[in-house]
């Protein structure tokens, strides 16, 4: 029985071959794995209107808890320096108790009540002196305000307790709700980066009349409105053009219910900051029957609101990218108008 050969081992240039051909085949393969087509300008443009569209629903919702901070603020300013004047009317009622006790001392002794009262804890003393009839008739008055104002006093430390713990969860839900709409709109900007020029352009392009607007000289309004509308109508024209600021009310930028609330206060009516709370003022209106300077609202949860011009349009602020625009209500998933 012969020895079996063992194979010969392949040659350099063979080996060479076959290591350039699985090398190949590795990088085609890695190459089919990794490569994604990439995404459309379409898809792109629907991507970012989504991400705006939540960013403004967030936006509606910030400005409300920013007017509702604002509020809290300005009550707990409000029952502070009221606990303030108290505890001075405290202080000013110890001090007449303080020489009530001084002119009994030189008399003959203290009265049992007044002793009480100089206490470091006055409600304690008054309870004790209601339960022992101790209070003199000529102290009645005088420990009937004191115990009238420490409770006043009680109450007001209370609210303010109550009021500060309110104002520090309205400042957490603004801080989130803020976080919430910068990542939105952090996200829709890294989109639009990866873009061309020309192709971010394309995406945040206006509506062709809005284009036309700007363009144009902007002469005073002349459309059937009167009054207080055409006011209000003519403020909205006269900010064409000007970007879309989220949070802003002006003069040089606004979101949607900033610009609603700023034309309605040039004709002097104060609306809610907020667009769902702005749905809820004035007269509900069928859309056969609108009307320049009736306010319009969009999206089953109203986090958008317009400005009525005529012929089926609106000035708006669109998003953010966006400036102050002329746009078809058609263009918006519409949902219901109020005059005012």
């Known amino acids: 029985m012969g020895k079996r050969r063992k194979p010969s081992p392949p040659g350099r240039a063979r080996m060479a071959v076959l290591t350039t051909a699985l090398a190949g085949g590795a990088v085609l393969a890695a190459g089919t794995a990794q490569a994604e087509p990439a995404p459309t300008l379409d898809a792109v443009k629907e991507q970012v209107d989504r991400l705006s569209e939540e960013a403004e629903q967030s936006i509606e919702r910030y400005n409300g808890f920013r007017e509702k901070e604002q509020q809290l603020r300005g009550e707990a300013n409000r029952i502070q320096d009221k606990v303030v004047r108290g505890q001075e009317a405290m202080n000013e009622l110890r001090t007449q108790l303080g020489a009530v006790a001084a002119d009994q001392y030189r008399n003959g002794g203290i009265d049992p009540s007044v002793q009480l009262m100089l206490d470091s804890d006055p409600g304690g003393y008054l309870a004790k002196a209601s339960a022992q009839n101790q209070v003199l008739d000529s102290q009645a008055a005088l420990l009937a305000q004191a115990r009238n104002e420490q409770r006043?006093?009680?109450?007001d430390r209370a609210e303010a307790?109550?009021?500060?713990?309110?104002?520090?969860?309205?400042?957490?839900?603004?801080?989130?709700?803020?976080?919430?709409i910068q990542d939105k709109l952090a996200k829709a900007q890294a989109m639009l980066n990866r873009l061309s020029a020309?192709?971010?352009?394309?995406v945040n392009a206006q509506d062709t009349a809005a284009r036309a607007s700007r363009a144009a000289e902007r002469p005073a309004y002349s459309g059937p409105a009167t009054g207080r509308a055409a006011a209000a109508v003519q403020f909205a024209y006269a900010q064409l053009g000007k970007p879309y600021v989220w949070g802003a009310t002006g003069p040089s930028g606004f979101d949607c219910s900033g610009l609603t609330g700023a034309a309605w206060r040039a004709a002097d009516v104060k609306l809610p900051?907020?667009?769902q709370d702005q749905w809820k003022v004035g007269q509900r209106i069928a859309r056969g029957d609108l009307q320049p300077g009736d306010l319009v609202f969009f999206y089953p949860d109203l986090h958008h609101v317009g400005i009525y011009i005529g012929d089926g349009k609106m000035i708006h602020a669109p998003r953010t990218g966006k400036n102050v625009e002329v746009l078809p209500i058609s263009a918006m998933p519409y949902v219901g108008a109020v005059r005012l």
């Open 198 to 202: 020309a192709d971010r352009a394309k």
């Open 161 to 180: 307790t109550a009021t500060l713990a309110q104002l520090d969860a309205a400042g957490t839900a603004l801080a989130e709700e803020k976080k919430g």
């Open 273 to 275: 900051r907020i667009s």
């Open 152 to 155: 006043r006093l009680d109450q």
